[in-house]
Nanobody, 117 residues
Framework: QVHVVESGGGLVQPGESLRLSCKFP???????????MGWYRQAPGKERELVAR???????DYEESVKGRFTVSRDNSQKKVYLQMNSLKPEDTAVYYC????????WGQGTQVTVSS
């Protein structure tokens, strides 16, 4: 049973942009809307970390290394969360996941982002 589906990753060069999307097909609107949602990433050999968060009132917070480059947004009616990533760097290479904050849903498969020249 799929709880979350992430998409939008790919291979890009440094300085380029990507827009990630995720959706929660099994969550109903009344459950999704009040939840804080976040994008996490896990690079090879590292722990999974939260990089962007958006609360129910649309207040956002970012991990220091992505501030000014990443923008998180949400569409409650579609039960979707987005991550606009600009000025990508090789150190942004990771598998990106979407989940509640704190994470309460089973993890999805994630979407691979590779930044390389």
């Amino acid at each position: 049973q799929v709880h979350v589906v992430e998409s939008g990753g790919g291979l890009v060069q440094p300085g380029e942009s990507l827009r990630l999307s995720c959706k929660f097909p099994r969550m109903i609107f009344s459950v999704f809307a009040p939840e804080s949602m976040g994008w996490y990433r896990q690079a090879p050999g590292k722990e999974r970390e939260l990089v962007a968060r958006i609360d129910t009132n649309r207040m956002t917070d970012y991990e220091e290394s992505v501030k000014g480059r990443f923008t998180v947004s949400r569409d409650n009616s579609q039960k979707k969360v987005y991550l606009q990533m600009n000025s990508l760097k090789p150190e942004d290479t990771a598998v990106y996941y979407c989940n509640t904050v704190p994470n309460k849903k089973p993890w999805g498969q994630g979407t691979q982002v590779t930044v390389s020249s």
